[in-house]
Every structure is written in C-alpha cells, then in structure tokens.
C-alpha cells in the first residue's frame, strides 16, 4: 500500500506529482506540509507534528472532518519527517512518496536522504521529490529496493547515482549513456553524477547488488 508524506519543503504542484501523490490511499501531513496537501485537493488522513506551521483555524477544520491530528512536543528527538514516516509505516505503507522532501535547509534534505537509505535498508521503496527533481533510495539488502525502472524521456534528463554510507557495490545500468556492468561506485565520490539516458528511448535500468544508494533524476540544463 501506497503512503504519500507532505513534508513542507518547496514543491512544484505539477501534473505527475498530482497524479502519483492522488494514487497513495495513506496520507500523513507533517506540520507545514499540510498547505501542499491543500494544494493539491488531498486531505490527509494523519496530521502530525509540532504544529508550529500551520494556521490555528485549519486542525478544526480537519477535526470536524474526521482527520487525526497527533501533536507532538516542540523539543523532542524525532523530526516531524520520521515521525511522519513511522507513522504511514505503522498504518500499513508498504512504500513511500515523500513531497516537500528538499528545501533551503541543507540539514533537513540532507536528514531526509539518509531517511530514504534507511529506509530502502529495511526494504522499504521510497521516492522524494519537490516536483522536479525525483530521488529513488536503493539498497542491495533487500530484493524490493535493490532496482529501480525509470520511465524518463531520451532527452532532457539527467541521472546521477551517489553511494552513500559505504560503497555501493555491484552496479548495473541500462538506458544510460554511461553504462555500468556490476561496477563499485565508492562513497564520498562523484563519479557518478550527470550520467544521462542513452537516447534509445528505453526505459532506464539501475541495479546494485550491495551498499546504498540514491539514484537523483534532474533537469538538464
């Protein structure tokens, strides 16, 4: 099962993020992500957080509505994104979209990164974005996570596949113009960044045997 998580990053309300956030059946708002949820004409089914971010006239409104509002403290040691994913995870999410995930806070995107590896450790396949740039966390722990499929056109996209928490071992492409054959790709390296479809108009195949990584899909410039 499906479960969207609006974190309150930016987030371009565009038409695929539309239709794959309208296709998750759980949906948890994390404090301010609850105005991208109002955005988009979702109501979500859990509001969680602090709610330091959202309008004092809004929770009864979703009250009155049957939605759950789970306050938390302020200070505490959970960010309002893990509670957010524990949460989804606990109502029965057996994979993840996450929106909002990346902002001006290179501490919060950077926290939700290592998130989604976490996460892709446990099995658990997820995917972030702010409507433009789409990020799929990858672990060759689990068979679920080991592989991404991406539907992208020949042109206009970029692929950059970074290991991280350890080398990610054993890495295979298709579609890319780079192509790798069970390849080590080290962490805290580059080598993998900018790589692009190979312009065959196939889709886009990426593997990896062991380690972590996360597979970025950006603009061209």
Known sequence: MRGLIALAGRL??????????????????????????????????????????????????????????????????????????????????????????????PDHTLAHLLLAAGLARRGVPIRLTDGTTWIHALSGARAETAAVRLDIPARGFLVSLLAISGPAIGVSTKGLRFGLDRALLPDLCARGVSNRPDGSGSPVEIRLEAGELLVFVVPAD
């Open 12 to 105: 371009d309300p565009n038409a695929v993020v539309r239709e794959s956030a309208s296709a998750c059946r759980i949906r948890i708002a994390a404090d301010g992500g609850l105005e991208h949820l109002d955005r988009l004409g979702l109501i979500p089914d859990r509001v969680v957080g602090d709610m330091d971010s959202i309008r004092t006239d809004q929770l009864p409104e979703l009250e009155a509505l049957g939605v759950r509002t789970d306050r938390h403290p302020r200070d505490k040691d959970e960010t309002d994104a893990e509670i957010a994913i524990r949460t989804a995870l606990d109502m029965g999410a057996t994979d993840l979209l996450v929106i909002g995930a990346l902002g001006s806070r």
